[in-house]
Each structure stands twice: as structure tokens, then as C-alpha cells.
């Protein structure tokens, strides 16, 4: 837990951002998008921060199946795409080994300074794994999520067998297909489709 806040904080250091602070008059905009297709018109605002960061208004959810790392997809998100949210939060969903966990012991949040929070969500294993509805719950924790203005950002991983070292080739492959093969997050936790962005890695085994 320490490592991850050590990081984070260095991360937010290096690219001198302060997402709390407003951003200068002549630096600030408002732009209006309209998304064709659904026929869903956006109205967002972003500033411009130091090291080429635009900060962009709404809350961005990073899935991670770890609480003492970094998520890839927010390195990546911030590599390629230059854009970091508001809100960030860094979410794990802990399937635990009793059928049910009542709903006061569904969440546990943490803030972690600069807007950012690192929230557990805990579901038994007879519990309908759905994110939006436990979402709900931190209502009474003083934060509340608006879907239309949160986006979920996924790390899909491509797993390449290389030949070397370790398992046989026919093996590591037979373990990417299965991998591929393998069922999605998105519809197993109920994360609307449509507030979904996967960004995707590859692992040589």
C-alpha cells in the first residue's frame, strides 16, 4: 500500500499536475462534442497543465486486480492519449469466499489526496458482481457517481508465445487461445458497454 502511494504521488509530481487548483483564464475552453451514432450530445471541459496533461472534467474508474500497484491502463492512458480525468479512482473487486456480503461491507473507500481514491468492492461468491449499483453506496461516504460522466478504463492483456526458455510452445499456446478465449469483465462486473474503454498490452511468455 505504501509502494502505490509512493508512486502515485512521485507520478503526479513528475508531471506537475494539480488537479484541484483552476486553471488560468486564457488557458481554459469548453468544448461541445455530439456523439453521431447515439445521437448523444457531450459537454466536457479540460485546462491545460504542465508536461502536456490536459485535465478533463468527469471521473475516470482504472480496473486493477491489485491494490499495491499502478494500473497499466492509466500509464497508457497518459502516454497516448495525454489526458487524465478530474476524478480518479483506482477500483478492485474482491470476490470473497462467503455467499453473500451485506451492503455495509460492500464498499471500502480511501482517499488518497489530489481528487484520487482507491475503493475495494467486496462480493461473495453468490453475489451478482454488478459495479453500478455498489457504485450507489458511496453515496454515504460522501462521493457519488454519475454514469454519463464516469468512464471505466480496462488493461487488456495479449498473450504472445515466444519459443525459449520456460513452458513448451505448444503449451503457451494453447494458453493464449484459452486466454482469448477467456470471458469479459465488462459484462461479468455489469459495467454499461458504452462507459467502457479498453486499452490493451502485449505479454511475451
Same mark, same amino acid.
Given at each position: $500500500?505504501? $509502494?502505490?502511494?509512493?508512486?502515485?504521488?512521485?507520478?503526479?509530481?513528475?508531471?506537475?499536475?494539480?488537479? #484541484?487548483? @483552476? +486553471?488560468? &483564464? !486564457? !488557458?481554459?475552453?469548453?468544448?461541445? #462534442?455530439?456523439?453521431?451514432?447515439?445521437? =448523444?450530445?457531450?459537454?466536457?471541459?479540460?485546462?491545460? +497543465?504542465?508536461?502536456?496533461?490536459?485535465?478533463? &472534467?468527469?471521473?475516470?474508474?482504472?480496473?486493477?486486480?491489485?491494490?499495491?500497484?499502478?494500473?497499466?491502463?492509466?500509464?497508457? #492512458?497518459?502516454?497516448?492519449?495525454?489526458?487524465?480525468? @478530474?476524478?480518479?479512482?483506482?477500483?478492485?473487486?474482491?470476490?470473497? !469466499?462467503?455467499?453473500?456480503?451485506?451492503?455495509?461491507?460492500?464498499?471500502?473507500? *480511501?482517499?488518497?489526496?489530489?481528487?484520487?481514491?482507491?475503493?475495494?468492492?467486496?462480493?461473495?461468491?453468490?453475489?451478482?458482481?454488478?459495479?453500478?449499483?455498489?457504485?450507489?453506496?458511496?453515496?454515504?461516504?460522501?462521493? @457519488?457517481?454519475?454514469?454519463?460522466?464516469?468512464?471505466?478504463?480496462?488493461?487488456? =492483456?495479449?498473450?504472445?508465445? %515466444?519459443?525459449? !526458455?520456460?513452458? &513448451?510452445?505448444?503449451? =503457451?499456446?494453447?494458453? +493464449?487461445?484459452? %486466454?482469448?478465449? &477467456?470471458?469479459?469483465?465488462?459484462?461479468?462486473?455489469?459495467?454499461?458497454?458504452?462507459?467502457?474503454? *479498453?486499452?490493451?498490452?502485449?505479454?511475451?511468455?
Amino acid at each position: $500500500m505504501k $509502494m502505490f502511494r509512493y508512486v502515485f504521488v512521485l507520478m503526479f509530481s513528475i508531471c506537475g499536475m494539480s488537479i #484541484n487548483a @483552476e +486553471a488560468p &483564464a !486564457d !488557458d481554459f475552453c469548453s468544448l461541445r #462534442n455530439r456523439a453521431y451514432n447515439a445521437g =448523444e450530445q457531450l459537454t466536457f471541459t479540460v485546462y491545460y +497543465a504542465v508536461a502536456g496533461i490536459y485535465v478533463n &472534467a468527469g471521473t475516470a474508474i482504472f480496473i486493477t486486480p491489485r491494490l499495491d500497484e499502478v494500473p497499466g491502463a492509466l500509464l497508457h #492512458n497518459m502516454k497516448h492519449n495525454k489526458v487524465l480525468h @478530474e476524478r480518479v479512482v483506482f477500483m478492485t473487486v474482491v470476490i470473497k !469466499d462467503i455467499p453473500w456480503v451485506p451492503f455495509g461491507e460492500r464498499i471500502e473507500l *480511501e482517499p488518497l489526496g489530489r481528487n484520487c481514491y482507491q475503493l475495494k468492492i467486496n462480493f461473495g461468491f453468490k453475489n451478482q458482481p454488478d459495479v453500478p449499483r455498489a457504485l450507489r453506496l458511496c453515496k454515504s461516504q460522501g462521493i @457519488e457517481f454519475n454514469m454519463m460522466e464516469t468512464s471505466f478504463f480496462v488493461s487488456r =492483456e495479449k498473450v504472445i508465445p %515466444t519459443p525459449g !526458455d520456460g513452458m &513448451a510452445l505448444w503449451r =503457451e499456446r494453447l494458453f +493464449a487461445a484459452m %486466454t482469448r478465449n &477467456a470471458g469479459s469483465i465488462v459484462d461479468y462486473f455489469s459495467i454499461p458497454a458504452n462507459r467502457v474503454i *479498453e486499452l490493451g498490452t502485449q505479454v511475451e511468455i
